[in-house]
């Protein structure tokens, strides 16, 4: 099994390296995928707006003098800019063993592990990808309230009904919109229910409510495509950055999110360093 490729680029646009990312997927396609090693692309943006699929223009507030880029990746519109470090990683999940859910879990687990690395606790919040930090004591561990949990049981039932379950195929464990331990079947992944990402606790089907963010500040955002099996476009840290050009926007599409970097609580490192160590834990993490 091959391993990841890391491979730093330094201060790169962001267009071309979108065009080259789609470039490397579709070509590792037509391939073998034993012939084609998977790669982790770490890089710095010049001042950016990105727009996912689903984004909308009045997420926008004034884009001024910076260029605003739509994608295919998931998600609404961020920002990328100098002092963030972006990771691209291009993995085949098929080869790798793993459903969306989990790759997804996998790289926000990468970032919480580069904040711990330099003494920063980073938290999932229910219904909301990336990571956030608690503004008032970023260096805490105790466990957010808005963290991603389980339904308990009556709550499992009633969400069972809103997507139409039978309650007697529900209680053998046959129903497929069930969120018990059952081997992920093709309905287990349509509905986004598969074990791994339920015990990775980022399943939204287990945690319906609306993303709570009270006294948290987002500092790493992630946005995914895949295609064919295979993932580009990536993950993002903020590191030491100029924060104004968030307030231009609505981050990730929620009106009046915080966005922090490392250097607004308190820790003060160099780009290298923190691209070094968020680069080293992905490949660990993202590993089969």
Known sequence: MPSIDIRHLGRVDYEPTYAAMQVFT???SLQPSSNVPD??????????????LAGKAEHIFLAGDIPVVQTNRGGQVTFHGPGQVVGYPLIDLKRAGYFVKEYVYRIEEALIR???????????????????????DPFGHTALEQRPKKLVADQVVARAAELGSESTRFAAGSDPNSFGPSAPTQDNRKWGSDPSAQRAGSDP?????QPDFTGLGKIGALGIKVS?????????LNVAMDLEPFSRINPCG???LQTVDLSTIGVYVGWAEAADVLGQKLATYLAP
Request: some cysteine.
């Open 26 to 28: 579709s070509e590792r």
């Open 114 to 136: 580069t904040l711990l690395y330099f003494g920063v606790t980073g938290h999932r919040v229910a219904g909301a990808p990336g990571i956030y930090v608690r503004l008032e």
């Open 39 to 52: 790669q982790l692309w770490i890089c710095e943006h010049a001042p950016v707006f990105t727009q996912g």
């Open 205 to 209: 089907h287990l945690s319906p409510q």
């Open 254 to 256: 929620y009106s009046g």
């Open 228 to 236: 064919r099996n295979c993932t580009y476009h990536g993950v993002s």
